[in-house]
Nanobody
Framework: QVQLVESGGGLVQPGGSLRLSCSAS????????MAWYRQAPGKERELVAV???????NYADSVKGRSTISRDNAKNTVYLQMNSLKPEDTAVYYC???????????WGQGTQVTVSS
């Protein structure tokens, strides 16, 4: 089992910044990918950013240039720095873990991000 604990969500004004954190604990795989997804009301969950074990990253077009995903392997923690936030970034953000050995997948409980004036 792997447990994921997210933090850092909240209310921010348009143009502001937030940093989300997700810490993994438990039976952590030697190789794993972590990602952030989000789900806005009435919409499907979508990938925001992903970071592979070696540090390779990929971003949704909607956040590219405004967000940075990073990881601290020593702490089994992934971060999502979001800048120049827009109202359309409002959603519940979920941390995702995909382990390779063993192959498994876990989700965090979600953290609300609200961008509003």
């Amino acid at each position: 089992q792997v447990q994921l604990v997210e933090s850092g969500g909240g209310l921010v004004q348009p143009g502001g910044s937030l940093r989300l954190s997700c810490s993994a604990s438990g039976s952590i795989s030697r190789i794993y990918t972590m990602a952030w997804y989000r789900q806005a009301p009435g919409k499907e969950r979508e990938l925001v950013a992903v970071i592979a074990n070696g540090g390779q990253t990929n971003y949704a077009d909607s956040v590219k240039g405004r967000s940075t995903i990073s990881r601290d392997n020593a702490k089994n923690t992934v971060y999502l720095q979001m800048n120049s936030l827009k109202p359309e970034d409002t959603a519940v953000y979920y941390c995702n873990y995909k382990g390779l050995f063993p192959r498994n997948e876990y989700w965090g409980q979600g953290t609300q991000v609200t961008v509003s004036s």
